[in-house]
């Protein structure tokens, strides 16, 4: 009987501009690379297109790392949501916090919540902080909230009442009641069993404005998909519609911002945790990388075509369980990434006052910068590629060839009805800056206003356009060595390819201690969140060995917010240990309250070791061949070169294949290092080399 052949697993990287794949190769086992266009109208369209390049006619594992969820949210483009909570407690999402956004401005405009007044409803109940059930809904009262609901034909409905946390009974007797309306329910207790009424209603809101869409698009995305597997499979024999549609569908997961996948089911009731999804893939591929090559301690260096995300990572991947998306509070676990508006398709612009400003807006994949032939006002991209950054026939492996004449001429253009005297060497150079400024930034909100210092760590830069700008910003924050990794492109897709099964749990308990943790009080919490989580992970039928995390959040009392540590028998001293390093002060004596209990369960990934990582791109689409590594050496005739412009003045720079360097060979800066999926600027002085892993490392 013939063995049967392992499933494909694909990982796919909806990015604002480019959608990544990456996979292993049935032949030789090394890592394959794919980058499409992006079609952001529906991304679905860019992923199938993808997948019909890869000849593969077998089972298929779609790995999804998805901005669905983030673009629905920033667009505003989610489902009519309602919000049931508790009476008087309607308008808490739209007073939010007390802090103000901008401390001095009287006429800031407010972010508008995502459910308008009409559409928030109070019912009587009240549950006390220690569980205590004081007002139960009643009868009445839940009839005529279904009945003032209906009315309102939401598409789907929020459901967070005051302490719910605590005893979770309340809610469930209202979503027993709005059940029979067909609407999907997202329930407080089930998404968030935290305190703060605030962020957990918001976060559950954002939940219900996002799961029609999710649900909707990863429905389109698996018969999309489904519908290629099957037109392979019965390409070749006419077959009836019966049997046609009795094709078994590909299995597709989702990257959560936690760092790891889900099942697609789950991603689809809880889309909230899917926020950060491909920015989270991304840590989790550079961490690996660095890891390969040595360096545990890495700030992650993530600039696409329309963002850049930075996170900082000391071992092993942490999580942030507050973080602010499109201006909402989310608190479900996160891995800590900040995110700024600057990308290779990031517009520049002349503000009133004259001064050059570049981002947040973007080109994004329609219409793109200028150079790729559409895009009519500048962008990051045509400004590397006017300094000769960029080199027009490189672009893709050469796939795709970027437009100089037409950048110059529209550009020139441009600065003229700008009414700006600068010539485009001098305005490209000063793009490149304001860009670097406002990345720089962002790297020191992840480690010196953190506590960390820059120069501890080294710096890994990926995606399209993190390897041209890399070596200024590690320069410029004295970080003495940045790492390039193999397929930096498309890392965030070999993330997502790498990362483990992972589900997130909590409860808040709000316990106070003075000298003792209650070890076994906290054991007896931590096995009921362990048995949720083997239910679950049982319920999903996933294989292999459950590996368990356990931390606590904790504060001194009176304070407003916690640390996040892990949960050992000298967990007080810990946080004594890490609020002193983190604030500078300790209070010695004063009460510590154990404020939420975490449990992050998860399970090994199929796809466990990397192996080794090939780079270049696909020749013949289709068949998943690399091209063939180029004989070039340093200083041979072949090597061709081209102007650069550094520092305003032209230099004579040479342009290697990243595949054509030799491993552990020592190199010398100025040089542009080309692949298919980025391009790598070195400037002068700078000594480089491949190390064993495949990861090029540029000492500062």
């Not at 999907?184 to 809101?205: A, D, G, M, N």
């Not at 590909?250 to 999804?277: D, K, Y």
């Amino acid at each position: 009987m013939p063995r049967r052949a392992h499933p494909l697993r694909v990982a796919v990287d909806t990015g604002g501009t480019f959608t990544d794949c990456v996979w292993r190769d049935e032949a030789d086992g090394r890592l394959r690379m794919l980058k499409v266009f992006s079609t952001p109208a529906d991304p679905s369209q860019a992923i199938v297109e993808a997948l019909r390049k890869i000849d593969h006619k077998g089972e298929l594992v779609i790995l999804h790392g998805t901005t669905v969820g983030t673009n629905t949210l920033l667009e505003r483009k989610g489902a009519r949501t309602a919000l049931v909570t508790t009476a008087g407690f309607e308008d808490a999402i739209e007073i939010g916090r007390q802090a103000r956004p901008k401390l001095y401005d009287f006429f800031f405009d407010r972010v508008e919540p995502l459910v308008p007044s009409d559409l928030r409803f109070g019912i009587e109940e009240r549950t006390s902080r220690d569980g205590e059930i004081l007002t139960s809904p009643s009868p009445a009262a839940l009839r005529s909230l279904v009945s003032e609901v209906t009315a309102k034909q939401p598409e789907s409905i929020a459901i967070s009442l005051l302490f719910s946390f605590a005893n979770p009974k309340n809610e469930q007797a209202i979503a027993k009641a709005l059940t029979p309306l067909r609407t999907p329910l997202s329930i407080s207790h089930q998404i968030l069993p935290e305190f703060r009424e605030y962020e957990r209603s918001s976060t559950v809101v954002i939940n219900a404005y996002l799961q029609p869409v999710m649900q909707r698009y990863l429905e389109n995305l698996k018969t999309r998909a489904r519908h290629l597997v099957e037109e392979r499979r019965f390409s070749a024999v006419k077959m009836s519609s019966e049997k046609r549609a009795s094709g078994s569908a590909p299995r597709i997961f989702v990257m959560q911002s936690s760092g790891g996948i889900t099942a697609l089911a789950a991603a689809a009731s809880e889309p909230v945790r899917t926020v950060l999804s491909g920015p989270a893939g991304g840590v989790v591929g550079a961490a690996a990388s660095a890891r390969a090559s040595g360096f545990d301690r890495i700030i992650a260096f993530d600039m696409g075509g329309t963002s850049t995300d930075v996170s900082l990572v000391e071992g092993a991947i942490t999580t942030a369980s507050h973080a602010e998306v499109a201006g909402f509070p989310v608190s479900v676990p996160m891995l800590d990434i900040h995110t700024v508006g600057a990308g290779g398709g990031s517009l520049a612009r002349f503000d009133a006052g004259g001064a050059l400003r570049v981002g947040p807006e973007s080109a994004g994949a329609d219409p793109g910068p200028i150079c790729y032939g559409r895009g009519v006002q500048p962008t990051v991209t045509d400004a590397n590629l006017l300094l000769g950054r960029l080199q027009p026939t490189r672009f893709l492996g050469g796939d795709f060839t970027l437009d100089l004449d037409r950048t110059r001429r529209i550009t020139g253009e441009w600065l003229k009805r700008q009414g700006s005297s600068l010539t485009l060497e001098k305005f490209a150079a000063g793009v490149v800056r304001v860009v670097n400024a406002t990345m720089e930034k962002a790297i020191r909100v992840v480690s010196i206003e953190r506590g960390r210092d820059p120069r501890d760590y080294a710096l890994v830069a990926f995606g399209g356009a993190g390897g041209l700008h890399a070596c200024a910003l590690a320069e410029a924050l004295s970080i003495p060595r940045v790492i390039l990794p193999a397929l930096p492109g498309a890392l965030s897709a070999l993330g997502i390819l790498l990362s483990d099964v992972i589900k997130n749990y909590s409860r808040t308990v709000l316990w106070r201690v003075s000298s003792e943790i209650p070890v076994a009080r906290l054991d007896r919490e931590f096995s009921s969140l362990q048995k949720q989580a083997e239910k679950d992970f049982r319920e999903e039928a996933w294989q292999g060995k459950m590996h368990l995390q356990r931390s606590v959040d904790l504060r001194y009392r009176g304070q407003g917010y916690e640390l996040n540590l892990p949960f050992t028998s000298n967990l007080l001293k810990e946080f004594e240990r890490e609020h002193q390093r983190r604030y500078g002060y300790t209070y010695a004596g004063r009460e510590v309250e154990l404020v939420t209990l975490r449990l992050r369960a998860s399970v090994k990934s199929a796809t466990a070791h990397a192996g080794k990582m090939d780079h270049g791109k696909l020749d013949d689409v289709g068949t998943g061949t690399l091209a063939r590594p180029g004989r070039a050496t340093l200083g041979s005739p072949s090597v061709p070169k081209a102007k650069v412009l550094f520092d305003g003045k032209k230099l004579a720079t040479e342009i290697y294949p990243r595949e054509t360097l030799k491993p552990g060979k020592t190199y010398s800066g100025p040089a542009i290092i080309t692949e298919y999926s980025a391009t790598t600027v070195i400037p002068p002085g700078k000594r480089y080399h491949i190390d064993d892993q495949g990861n090029l490392l540029i000492a500062i």
